[in-house]
């Protein structure tokens, strides 16, 4: 076994440069002269990630799944063997698929679920550079652990951003050196049961169940019972103030606000609510463990300059529900891109990170010791932290002293420590180089989010996404022109289009919003109640609530959070690529709980399907 896992990293290290640290899918062919190549097989094992035993999804044996390595402009084929005891399907997130929406893997849109025993070969092309990651889009299983880093090297020609970090030689040699060495940090929140179960416990109590057993890095952590003076200390205003509103005066033993606060402030205390039906140890009941660390090794190498080591890394928040703040203790992030996408560096401390995100940063490590990574929750719902080790020395391990204690920046609330501490700001956010956004769009989409007929079903715009959808013959295979309804949206190629998303219930939690097949940029965000026909009415009215030079460009966005008064933010992008696209919010739950809508983007333009993905389990 361990020879057949070397050979293959060994001859995957024969085209592309070696990622040490996490492991590598052993691919083959090298994607210019032939397709690049890999196996996913996915499995249910019983794992213990936390040092308790669940069943999880592992991909080629292992939690999180392996890294794909991909040069810019391969041809890349992904064969997907499903010996899960249930359907799947398998998401490039980020990946644009251009010229091929069939591989972008939704059930109901763009393929047909893999059924047991199956297999299904992806192929797309490589046409974007930079982090990103795949991922199930089939009901929660990204909560099952059914996802993994994927990392496209840049061709040579791309223009890169790090002249704006250092002009030494030496040091930009180093850094190209580190990035082309980029290491995933996997963020993931973790319960110790499955997603079904989760799902199933959701629906017979009427509302979600936001409480969270461990935080992991690239697939590890433990279950850490705070005291309850710890937990007191660290709650935050608006914490305080949910509990008071709530007639509540504590969080739970896991440090979570208690269910009843749940049912009465977040889920709007709707009928049909029965708390009974919520295990204690979805709350209430925290069991410490020992668990287990990501270290990441760093050596003095090719990546060093005269005064220290560079290390690059790519976070990618794959969360079910929570957000946290990002952080190394005492390191600088410089943050180069975001989505995949370089932009000009952001030096910071710390960043905010939520579902489908990635941030591509750059360490420089000048002491050797071992530095404390954290994600700490921000979300009000619950306190909770997960850490891994970053670990520098100078090529022989024992040359420095161990166990230094390094101090944060950030709490274990996801707080600023002092005031020195920036986190990285997306509403500065630049291209680079910069990337021109039209200055009108040719149609105007507003949508209407919320909840629909419980507190655990959601909507973009008024009418929950059926599960049903996942056995549906796919959109892609049965074009509808013309058709606008509250779950499809339809556009011509090679035009503009601005969708708004309008906070119209309150009180509203921010949505990631993600779209498949292209990136977007956020042109306007604002609070207040969305009164306009187009983002033109709407920006001569307030223009200070409005980009149209240089806004940020990814391929998703979160809403503004709504605790009292409505919001909304728009987003503008230009039709490109003909296909059946998804967009949907991120949080699993409430994907689950029907948030998302079928885009047909340049229908007048879509390609053939091929004959084999038509009749696929047909
Ligand atoms: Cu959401």
């Known amino acids: ?72 402009g391969d041809e890349v084929w992904v064969n997907v063997h499903n010996k899960l005891p249930f359907n799947t399907t398998m998401h490039y997130h980020g990946i644009e698929m251009v010229d091929t929406p069939w591989s972008d893997g939704v059930p109901g849109l763009s393929q047909r679920e893999i059924l047991p025993g199956g297999s299904f070969l992806y192929k797309w092309k490589a046409l974007q550079y930079g982090e990103y990651w795949y991922h199930s889009h089939h009901r929660g299983q990204i909560d099952d652990g059914q996802f993994g880093p994927l990392v496209i090297h840049p061709k040579k020609s791309r223009p890169t951003p790090f002249g704006l970090i250092s002009q030494d030689k030496d040091t930009l040699t180093a850094i190209q050196n580190a990035v082309s060495k980029v290491q995933p940090l996997m963020l993931s929140d973790y319960r110790n049961i499955p997603s079904s179960e989760s799902w199933d ?84 009941v925290c069991t410490p463990t020992k668990g287990s660390q990501t270290v990441i090794d760093v050596k003095k190498d090719d990546c060093s300059d005269k005064n220290g080591t560079w290390s690059a890394f790519e976070v990618v928040g794959a969360y079910s529900t929570l957000t946290t703040a990002f952080s190394i203790d005492e390191l600088d992030l410089w943050v180069y891109a975001v989505d995949g996408e370089y932009i000009t560096p952001q030096r910071v401390q ?56 390094s ?52 909507a973009l715009n008024g009418t929950s996404q059926p599960m049903t959808l996942d056995t549906a013959k796919p959109i892609l295979f049965a074009p509808q022109p013309n058709v606008m309804n509250n779950l499809t949206i339809t556009t011509l190629n090679n035009t503009w289009v601005d969708i708004i998303f ?63 008064d409505p919001t909304w933010i728009a987003v503008r992008y230009h039709v490109t690529n003909p296909g059946a696209w998804m967009i949907h919010c991120h949080a699993t739950t409430h994907l689950l709980g029907g948030m998302s809508m079928a885009i047909q983007d340049g229908i007048d333009h879509w390609p053939q399907v091929p004959s084999n993905y038509v009749n696929y389990n047909a």
Not at 5 to 27: E, K, M, N, R
Not at 212 to 234: P, Q, V
Not at 265 to 273: D, K, Q
Not at 427 to 453: C, H, M, R, W
């Open 1 to 72: 076994m361990l020879r057949k896992l070397l050979g293959g990293l060994a001859l995957a290290s024969a085209f592309l440069p070696f990622t040490l640290g996490y492991p590598s899918a052993a691919g083959y062919g090298n994607g210019s002269s032939g397709p690049r190549q890999f196996d996913l097989t996915l499995t249910w094992e019983k794992i213990s990630p936390v040092g308790v035993s669940r069943d999880m999804v592992l991909i080629n044996g292992q939690f999180p799944g392996p890294l794909l390595e991909i040069n810019e």
């Open 502 to 564: 309008a906070t119209v219930q309150v009180p509203q939690p921010s949505h990631p919003i993600h779209k498949h097949g292209n990136k977007m940029w956020l042109i306007g965000s604002g609070h207040g109640a969305w009164n306009w026909s187009s983002v033109e009415e709407a920006a001569k009215a307030m223009p200070q609530n409005f980009n149209f030079v240089d806004p940020p460009r990814r391929d998703g966005f979160s809403t503004v959070d709504a605790p009292r």
């Open 407 to 458: 101090k944060p920046y950030v709490s274990d609330a996801g707080v600023a420590l002092n005031a020195g501490v920036v986190f990285f700001n997306q509403s500065v956010q630049k291209s680079y180089p910069p990337f021109p956004v039209a200055q009108k769009a040719d149609q105007t989409v507003l949508l209407e989010i919320g909840n629909t007929e419980t507190a655990y079903q959601w």
């Open 350 to 405: 710390a960043i905010t990170v939520t579902n489908g995100d990635r941030y591509s940063f750059l360490v420089h490590l000048t002491a050797f010791k071992d530095y404390t990574i954290r994600h700490a929750c921000t979300l009000p719902i619950q306190l909770i932290s997960g850490q891994a080790t970053l670990s520098y020395r100078s090529g022989d391990k024992h040359s420095a002293p161990a166990n230094q204690t």
């Open 201 to 284: 416990i959701e629906v017979a109590a009427q509302m979600e169940i936001p409480c969270y057993d461990s935080l992991l890095i690239n697939g590890k952590g433990k279950i850490d019972c705070w005291s309850a003076n710890k937990t007191a200390s660290l709650l935050t205003a608006q914490q305080k103030q949910l509990l008071g509103a709530a007639g509540d005066k504590a969080f739970t033993a896991k440090s979570c606000l208690p269910k009843d606060a749940q049912a009465k402030i977040i889920a709007g205390n709707r009928p049909g609510i029965n708390l009974s039906a919520i295990p204690a140890e979805i709350f209430d």
